[in-house]
């Protein structure tokens, strides 16, 4: 990423700054992260299978982005039927089945020829075959698991960047304050910063932190299910119902956080607030034994490209663009993209 974005500016006729869409540019960063950590390659390098994948990953995003109706209200499924979503849904399925049954035969075939030692193994998919030959593990459940993966960690990832940087742009004050953190952390480090070099970058965590209450990935956690009979505030919630959480207005709430809608960073300096759902004013990956797998994970990309990012780079909206006259409005869907 920070090579093409020298590349691009290297290629503008200003010297002095030039202007391109950082989005389009972090989508493609965790998509090929995910690829090449599940699937061992990435594919935004072009050729009929990136450009396969790539038309499959939009189309998913889109489809996602779909209530359906049926989850809710049993009796109208039928309407999901006649709209074409079911349609939609089972056509992606199977071109995804088909394209991830190609990418897992290569790997078996690769994987023939390697040790069994974990340390051969390259990706995900390594790890998944070679764990089916002493588990149950079949070729539909290693696909699946393919799928959650990509499912759970592409669109989720790329808005967290995406919405930070926004936060960033409207806010020249934190980032001014951010940079002077990476860059007198990191120096004039000329290559790409690393994990190791993250240790002490304390300011970032905290606009990562700010950015998540404000901006969570999924605002509406993934359905619950009651175990028992319950009543909350009053209300009686029987036993088998379904229960969505709202992290978006749980990470808002004036009752836990002052001014909750402005941008702060230095609310989480000091604090031992975390990501892992021990606080439950703050829970943007969920919590307890059904919250996020990916959370580590996650947040090391984000560190990694934030870093990076206002390490290498100035960043500025174009041709005098003030920061409230900035798009924040959010889209629909299952994660909320800017």
């Known amino acids: 990423m920070i090579d093409n974005i020298t590349k691009h500016c290297s290629s503008s006729p200003s010297s002095v700054s030039s202007a391109f869409n950082l989005s389009e540019m972090l989508e493609t960063l965790t998509n090929d992260v995910i ?23 939009g189309e998913l995003m889109l489809v996602m982005s779909h209530i359906h109706i049926g989850d809710y209200i049993p009796w109208l499924a039928w309407i999901t039927r006649l709209n074409g979503l079911d349609a939609k849904f089972d056509d992606l399925a199977k071109r995804f089945d088909e394209f991830l049954e190609i990418v897992v035969q290569e790997h078996m075939d690769e994987f023939h020829g390697l040790s069994k030692n974990l340390v051969d193994q390259k990706d995900l998919v390594d790890v998944l075959l070679c764990l089916q030959a002493d588990s149950p593990i079949d070729r539909v459940s290693i696909k699946a698991i393919i799928l959650d993966i990509f499912v759970g960690g592409t669109d989720t990832s790329f808005t967290l960047l995406e919405w930070t940087m926004s936060e960033l742009l409207r806010h020249p004050r934190v980032m001014e304050k951010l940079q002077n953190e990476v860059r007198g952390i990191v120096g004039k480090k000329t290559d790409i910063i690393r994990e190791d070099d993250l240790v002490g970058m304390h300011y970032m965590k905290a606009v990562i932190k700010e950015t998540l209450r404000l901006h969570p990935s999924v605002p509406l956690l993934l359905p619950r299910l009651s175990t028992q009979d319950a009543q909350i505030n009053g209300y009686n919630i029987k036993a088998n119902t379904q229960v969505i959480v709202n992290a978006w207005q749980i990470g808002r709430d004036p009752k836990s956080y002052n001014k909750p809608e402005e941008f702060e960073p230095e609310r989480f300096l000091d604090s031992a607030i975390d990501y892992k759902g021990n606080y439950f004013h703050y829970i943007p990956f969920g919590a307890g034994r059904r919250g996020c797998p990916g959370i580590q994970f996650t947040m090391a990309v984000q560190e990694i490209a934030l870093a990076n990012l206002v390490h290498k780079f100035n960043w500025a909206l174009p041709d005098g663009t003030r920061g409230e006259d900035l798009d924040m409005i959010e889209s629909t869907g299952a994660s909320v993209r800017r």
């Open 35 to 57: 690829c090449r950590v599940a699937l061992g390659r990435k594919y935004s390098d072009g050729g009929e299978r990136g450009r396969t994948f790539k038309n499959l990953a």
